[in-house]
C-alpha cells in the first residue's frame, strides 16, 4: 500500500424514483494542470474511485447518455450516494453522442461510394467533426473558405464534392432533422443502453499536458514505465511519469534546427499553420531504441532526432532527400526504419554506422510520379509566389500516395502502408527491394505486427480491421462494432504481443475497441471526454492501454486541452487484472 493513495470515494447512483443506474461515468479531477480518474457505476448502481490521494477535494462528475450531466466542486473521498436524472430534451441528448453519430447523418447524403470514401479519409484525419463549431450552418461561400483552409492544410478534395457538400453539411447537421434522427427511442429502455459488466470494470486516466496550442500527436511507452509524447505544435517532448501514485510531467523543447515557422513547409508567403502554432520542426512519432533512447520523427523538419534520457540532449540527423518523416519503427539489427509521407519514400537509418538510405516507392501514375518528383519545386515555388486557391503542385485532384504506417516482422521484413492508394509494401531489409500489394479495403493506415507475424491493419475509411498473413496473402476484415456501420475512422492500431490481443483506435467515436483474436470478439470502451481523437496506442507492463487525445485543433476537444490517457481494463477490480496477467504468462 503506498502512503499517497490510500483514499476511496465509493458510493450508489440512482435515479430519482431510487432505481439504481448502470453504467454511469462517475469521473474525478484534481490538479492544475488536471488529472481525471472515471470508473463506470455497476449493476446496483454502485461505484467505487480507488486509489485517490488523501485530503484532497475532487471536481465530480456524473454523465451517461440520455441522463443530465452533473457536477459537483469539493467532493472529498469517503461514501457519496448520488442521483442522476434522465435527460428529456432531446437537443441536449444528441449534443452527449460522439461525433461518428452525427457524421453518418452526412455520409448518408454522399451518394456516390467513391466520394463519401475520399471525403472520409480527407476530412477526419486531424479533427472529428465533432464539436458545435464543426457543425454550423453556414452560406455555401462559408463553407467553401473552409475547404480553402483546410486544403492549405492538406485536405484535399476533388471540386464535384467540393460543390456538392455545403448543401449536405447544412442538410445533415440541420437540428430540425438531426435531433429527432440522432435520439429516435429517447425515453424507452432500449435508448443508449448502458456498456457491458465487462467493461464496466474499466478505469481510465487521463492527464492534461501541454496548453491550448498543444497538439499531442504520438505517445510511446518506455520500457522504464515512464511514457513520453511529442506536441507537434509546439516542438516539445513530454514526459510523464506516475509510477508513484502521482505524476510527474517534464518537457523539453526540440531544437529548432535553424528553421523558420512551419520547418521547411514553412517561411512562404503560402505557408498555413495554425496561428498559434509554435512548431519549426513538428515533431510527430516517438520509439524507444534497443539503448533506451527515444527517436523521433522531425516531420516538418525534414529529420530525425534522438533524444538521450540520462543526458536530457537531443542530437539530430538531417534526412537529406524526402519530405515529412512521419512513423518509425527499429528492426532487430537497431535500425530505424520510417515513412516519408509527403515524398514517397521510406527511410533506413543505422545510428550504429551512420548508413542512411532513401527507398523510392513506386507511384501509382506517371502524373503521380512526375508531381511527386516536382515537389521540392512546389515549395519552393509556394515560399515566393502566391499559390492559394491554384492547383498547387499535388493539390486539386492529385493526391499524393502517402506512406504511412511502418511496422518490422519477427523476420524482420519490413512493412508499409500507402494511405491514399490503398496498398501495402514490403521492403526486403537486405535488397531494399520493393513489393506492393493492393489492400482488399481503402485507406490502410498505422499497422502492428502480432507475435507470430500476423499483420493487422486499420482501414482508416472502411471502418474496419483486417489480418495480413504475409506468407500466403491473404487478408480477413472485421468490420468495427461501432454503430451506425461505417461511421469511425480507425487510424490506429496496436497488438499487445504477450496475449495478441488487438486495441483498436475508435478515433471518431470517443472509444478505445478491443479484439480478440481467437474469439473474435470485440469489447468496445466509451472514453469519458468528448472529441477524444486518437492516433496511437501503446501498453505498459500491467497490460494497461495507453494513448492521447490528439484531435487538431485541441481547441475543439471538450475543455480545450489535450490530455494523455490510460485506460485499464481491469482497473475497477485489480484481482481481476492480476489473476488475467498470470493466466497469459
Ligand atoms: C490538416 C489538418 C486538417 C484537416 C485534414 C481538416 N481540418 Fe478542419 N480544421 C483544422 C484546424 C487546425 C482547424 C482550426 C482552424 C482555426 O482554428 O483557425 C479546423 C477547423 C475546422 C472547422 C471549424 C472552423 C471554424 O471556423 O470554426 C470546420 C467546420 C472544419 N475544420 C471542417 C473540415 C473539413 C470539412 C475538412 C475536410 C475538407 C477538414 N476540416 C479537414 C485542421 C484540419
Known sequence: MRVATAAELSGVV???????????MVSVATGQPSWTRTVFSGEGGAYRVRELPEATAFELRLRRIGWKD?????????????????????????????ANRWYHLLLQRIQDPQQREVFVRQCTYCHQQGSWA????????EWQKIFLLMGRMGAFLPNELKAELPEHFNAAY??????????????????????????RRAVVDEWQLGHQASMQHDIVMHPDGRVYSVDMAQDQLYRLDVRDGKAVRESWKLPDAGLPLGGMFGGGRDAKTPSNAGSHVGPHSLQVA?????????ALGNRLARFDPA????????????????????????????????????GMYDPATGQHERIRLPARSFGQAVALRMLPFWIWLSKHVDLRGNAAGAGEGMTLPVPYGIDVGPDGVIWLTQLNEHRLGRVDPDTFEVEMIDTPFTGPRRLRFDSQGQLWIPGFSAGLIARFDPETRAFQSWELPIEPQGSDVPYALNVDRRTDTVWICGTNSDTLIRFEPASETFTVYPLPTRVTYTRELDFDAQGRVWTSNSNAPTWQIEGGFPRVLRLDPHGGDPAARIARKESSE
Open 14 to 24: 440512482r435515479d430519482p424514483q431510487g432505481a439504481p443506474v448502470p453504467g454511469v
Open 311 to 346: 543526458s536530457e540532449q537531443f542530437t539530430l540527423v538531417e534526412t537529406h532527400e524526402g519530405w515529412y518523416p512521419h512513423t518509425l519503427r527499429f528492426d532487430p539489427r537497431g535500425r530505424i526504419w520510417y515513412t516519408l509521407a509527403a515524398s514517397n519514400h521510406v
Open 134 to 141: 464543426t457543425r454550423r450552418q453556414r452560406s455555401p461561400e
Open 290 to 298: 534497443p539503448d533506451g533512447t527515444l527517436w523521433i520523427t522531425l
Open 174 to 199: 440541420a437540428s430540425e432533422t438531426a435531433v429527432p434522427a440522432l435520439t429516435q427511442g429517447l425515453g424507452s429502455p432500449g435508448f443508449e443502453p448502458p456498456p457491458p459488466a465487462e467493461v
Open 70 to 98: 452533473q457536477s459537483r466542486a469539493e467532493v472529498a473521498p469517503g461514501r457519496r450516494d448520488w442521483v442522476i436524472e434522465p435527460e428529456t430534451d432531446a437537443t441536449a441528448v444528441a449534443a452527449q453522442l460522439p
